[in-house]
């Protein structure tokens, strides 16, 4: 495989390092400990090219590989996940309305999005549809001006500030998938009610809400996919979000295990450094190893999206295997440093809590397992459904 980014691509990756330093890791803290949804750090990261990673370099954006933004993601979320992954779910929408939009939403969309001004959020799962994204029932009719949209839809990253929201609803449900259309609502739309922000065990940075809709009026203009083309669209969003959430779990596994190194060089326990232990060498090399093995995947699912294919296994292999391991390193390097590890002045705590969560985001495990299983065993003849 083939790691090599081009000299603009080193430089964003580098200004993502240097971004996730200083804009990101000194905050991240308060962030989660004060349920604070950061919306002047995405102005920030606007400035220097990150909200348009993905997006054509005609429309301003920075025109990257999927593996280039792979480890843009890796870097930033070695800082804070939960920030990285709401400014990623900005950079999909972002991106999908500049590739697949009209140059109407283009023009009314892209420019306020890249500028960091209009934050985006992606609206597909629901209260009763998670994993089985077709059986979706938020619907939308036809009306003399356009669609009205009714339902509700659930765990919508940067809901609390969101202004653009990529909202999938059924048309027709007895076409089932074949009737799902993606729409784009503004966030001031009269009949869009945002439930209050979730509490949860962390990621308090990705603002993460539920939307009520009632009778929503949308245009015709903000048609973005038709009916079928956009369950389509939103599976092709969802392998490339699989494989930048393995990224986001190898820069969070590397950040732990950079703190453990530091933390284990320094302090003494009988008479010299704890890595001086032979088992606690072993703990962090068996990290080290899964890394390596968690950042192959993600970026073998990166190059195979960079060729034009779907990469629909390679991103489930990547998602389910960098996410597992994630949560088991992060958990050894916690145990290497002590209870020292469970002080909030540590990330490992913030990365434990989101490298969980990474086990439900964009399709659980359980999915994951299932996608494999129709590849691996559909040469034997069985039908896994």
């Not at 979706?136 to 009719?141: D, P, Q, V």
């Not at 190893?289 to 699912?301: K, Q």
Request: hydrophobic fraction near 45%.
């Amino acid at each position: 495989m083939d790691y090599e980014l081009s000299a603009q691509e080193t430089r964003l990756v580098e200004t993502a390092r240097t971004f996730a330093i200083e804009k990101i890791a000194p905050f991240a803290a308060y962030w989660d400990l004060n349920r604070t949804v950061p919306n002047a750090a995405f102005r920030e990261a606007a400035a220097v090219g990150l909200t348009g990673v993905l997006a054509p370099k005609s429309i301003g954006g920075q025109g990257a590989s999927f593996l280039a933004a792979a480890r843009v993601v890796e870097e930033l979320a070695g800082a804070c996940f939960a920030f990285t992954f709401g400014l990623w779910v900005h950079n999909n929408m972002l991106n999908t309305i500049a590739r697949n939009g009209s140059p109407d939403q283009i023009a009314r969309y892209v420019p306020p999005m890249l500028a960091g001004e209009r934050i985006g959020a992606f609206c597909l799962t629901e209260p009763g549809a998670g994993s089985d994204a077709a059986a979706i029932t938020t619907r939308a009719e036809q009306s003399s001006d356009g669609w009205r949209l009714s339902g509700e839809k659930a765990w919508v990253t940067n809901g609390v500030s969101a202004d653009v929201f990529g909202v999938y609803a059924q048309t027709e449900p007895a076409l089932g998938w074949r009737g799902i259309a993606g729409f784009l609502l503004a966030g001031d739309t009269p009949g869009l009610e945002r439930t209050p922000q979730y509490t949860m065990l962390g990621g308090q940075a990705l603002g993460v809400t539920g939307i009520r809709l009632t009778n929503c009026p949308v245009s015709e203009t903000d048609l973005l996919f038709g009916p079928g083309d956009g369950f389509k669209a939103a599976m092709r969003g969802i392998n490339m979000a699989r494989t930048f959430v393995g990224a986001g779990c190898c820069g969070m596994l590397q950040a732990s295990l950079r703190t453990a190194l530091t933390y284990g060089a320094k302090r003494h326990a009988f008479g010299k450094p704890i890595l001086g232990f032979q088992g606690l060498q072993w703990e962090l090399v068996d990290v080290a190893t899964e890394l390596e093995a968690a950042r192959l995947l993600t970026y073998r699912a990166a190059l195979a999206l960079d060729r034009g294919e779907r990469a629909v296994v390679e991103a489930a292999h990547a998602k389910k295997f960098a996410s597992r391991v994630a949560f088991s390193g992060i958990s050894q390097c916690m145990q290497v440093m002590g209870a020292e590890g469970l002080r909030t002045n540590y990330p490992l705590g913030r990365h434990l809590a989101m490298a969980k969560m990474t086990h439900y985001t964009d399709g659980a495990t359980e999915i994951q397992n299932i996608v494999i299983s129709r590849t691996l065993l559909k040469e034997y003849g069985v039908d896994v459904g």
